[in-house]
């Protein structure tokens, strides 16, 4: 997977793919910041699984992203040209959304389980042919009974004996026709948000203490094939490309937008369809004749509070005096694998599905520590021993300038007496 950053306009920029394109702009070969980047990006993707390997009641483990970088001291470079570039375009998140007090042990685990922090030999990503749509077909003619855009404005939760609070429920939903319909369990494969508005005054005050936790973001998202909203050098097109815009007051990013190759995404054929490029919230506005359509997305903010919401989500998750389960990508990463598992998790469970294949949590689909094969142990084991041999040269010069502005002192002394 293929990532770029591109700021102001091509002033600076980088890509991923290989070492030419890290270096596009060969005056960035004596750019200090440029090389403190590709030198952290090699120290996080060696030394953040290193993370993985405490034990859980580890201090270090409780720390939220801003705190573990500034304790392995990370550069600035790094952060603002890498990582929350990198964690803005995963979770396509604007990146002052994306703050450091991220939990680090979460991000670490994401990036490790998605082999993110593989130096070399990365894996192959794989996406459902035809896009979202085609599973969405599918599973809908298996389905009995299906209310198409029909909004459900309210329901309400009654016991089914008057006269004993605790019996099961009977919920009636109201939908924007007006119309009712009375069940005796609700799921809500909605949005956090979405289900307390729907819930109103009927949530519980554990349901709005832990719902309210989850955040979202406004997005809006464009279908166009305007390559200036692409890097300016093409050979730093990539999958996923971070273009930013600063101003005289601010060194790092007043404006980001992210703009997701669909060729290389979606393997859609260029020669015939031309260049497919969807942009989150663009910096300015793509040529109106190379514009598709352009759609309003609510992405969820990963946050602590939201991680929060995550573990407690359980104690009001199928109460029998409430009859009400909470579904939907937001209680996990948030992506599209992440909502077919939460569904398919109350499912089985709740309506007593059986799943043709093994259900696997996939929190730890690579296992809670890091498990190196022989030659990520070598490369590790190179790289520790190259960190040895800067920092030793470091020292050195650092030496060699105490020494020499001592000399230098010590000269100007003497000419003047």
Known sequence: ???????????????????????????????????????????????????????????????????????????????????????????????????????????IQFMHNHCLLQVMNRVQWFTIKNGSRKYVETIIPHIHSVHLSTKVTSITRKPSNPSDPSSSPIITITDSSGRSEEFDHVIFATHADQTLQILGDQATDDEKRILGKVHFSKNRAVLHSDLSLMPKRRFAFSAWNYITKSTESSLNTDQVSLTYDMNILQSIDKSTYGPVLVTLNPLYEPDPSKVVGSWSYDHPLYTPEMITAQDELHTIQNLPNLATTFAGAWTKYGFHEDGFASGLKIANGLLGASSPFEIIDATHIRGRRAELNLIEKVQRRLWIWFEMWVEMVCIILNIMKVYYEMAYKWTNKKKNE
């Open 1 to 107: 997977m293929s990532f770029s950053v591109s700021r102001n306009k091509g002033e600076f920029e980088w890509a991923g793919k290989n070492l030419f394109t890290v270096f596009v702009q060969p005056k960035n070969l004596f750019n200090l910041n440029m090389w403190k980047t590709v030198y952290d990006i090699m120290k996080f993707n060696f030394h953040a699984i290193d993370l993985l390997e405490l034990e859980d009641d580890h201090p270090e483990k409780k720390m939220n992203l801003g705190e573990y970088l500034d304790l392995h001291g990370y550069s600035s470079a790094f952060k603002d040209n890498y990582l929350l570039p990198m964690t803005a375009a995963i979770w396509s998140t604007p990146p002052d959304k994306c703050a450091l007090d991220f939990p680090a042990l979460t991000l």
